[in-house]
């Protein structure tokens, strides 16, 4: 089964930015690794979920405005979730893999 995939949006007023960093602003990794998870559960229709990162790697920052695409492989035996990011133009930025857990309500967040 071929990968599906979306746009990944981030505004380009995206609060990291501010700090992240000065003069030169990136989307942090972790902005990206939280919009991929949200983005999946929307996706495959998952709920409230919490996520465990199995990998993630980072190829190329990304600026303010640029037009991302985030593709995802069915999820696998154990519910692993494999990602990729990259531009519109179909430069890698990150790949990785996530697997959701549903939210336990015992839990503190």
């Not at 990968?3 to 902005?31: E, K, N, R």
């Not at 998870?37 to 929307?42: D, E, G, K, M, N």
């Not at 519910?79 to 990011?85: E, H, N, R």
Request: aromatic share 6%; with cysteine.
């Amino acid at each position: 089964m071929n990968p599906a995939s979306c746009p990944l949006p981030i505004p380009a007023d995206h609060p990291a930015f501010a700090g992240h960093f000065p003069g030169q602003p990136i989307v942090p990794g972790v902005v990206l690794l939280d919009l991929a998870a949200l983005t999946l559960q929307q996706q495959l229709d998952l709920g409230a979920r919490r996520w465990q990162l199995g990998n993630a790697k980072f190829v190329r920052p990304v600026g303010p405005g640029e037009a991302l695409v985030l593709s995802w492989k069915p999820p696998s035996a154990n519910g692993a979730i494999a990602f990729a990011v990259q531009t519109a133009g179909g430069e890698p930025v990150a790949s990785g893999s996530l697997t959701p857990y549903a939210v336990d309500a015992n839990v503190p967040s």
